[in-house]
């Protein structure tokens, strides 16, 4: 399995972004697509997560109502829409995947976004 994230920046407050997590080397259907993130100096903490066969999403709650994730199938490809960016958010957000009965993940590679104030 691979992970390809993409679409992190820079970006003011307020604004936002969208970061693309790619995936390839199996078929996913049962699968399970999550977004974690981590800032300087903190831990990894969960920010959202998709099935991939049904799309139920689950989302953090200090992301919840500003961001949303969203799959492609046909593409096999995850989204991470991000509007209303604060400060807080800045970190490097990383793609993950799992089958949906485990938690063994597979990573991607970070994707640093920083938000000025």
């Known amino acids: 399995v691979q992970l390809q994230a993409s679409g992190g920046g820079l970006v003011q407050a307020g604004g936002s972004l969208r970061l693309s997590c790619a995936a390839s080397?199996?078929?996913?259907?049962?699968?399970?697509m999550d977004w974690f993130r981590q800032a300087p100096g903190k831990e990894r903490e969960f920010v959202a997560t998709?099935?991939?066969?049904?799309?139920?999403?689950y989302y953090a709650d200090s992301v919840k109502g500003r961001f949303t994730i969203s799959s492609d199938n046909a593409k096999d490809t995850v989204y991470l829409q991000m509007n209303s960016l604060k400060p807080e958010d800045t970190a490097v957000y990383y793609c993950?995947?799992?089958?949906?009965?485990?938690?063994?993940?597979?990573w991607g590679q970070g994707t640093l976004v920083t938000v000025s104030s």
């Open positions: 080397g199996r078929t996913f259907s049962n699968y399970v």
């Open positions: 998709i099935s991939w066969s049904g799309g139920s999403v």
């Open positions: 993950a995947t799992r089958p949906g009965h485990s938690y063994d993940y597979y």
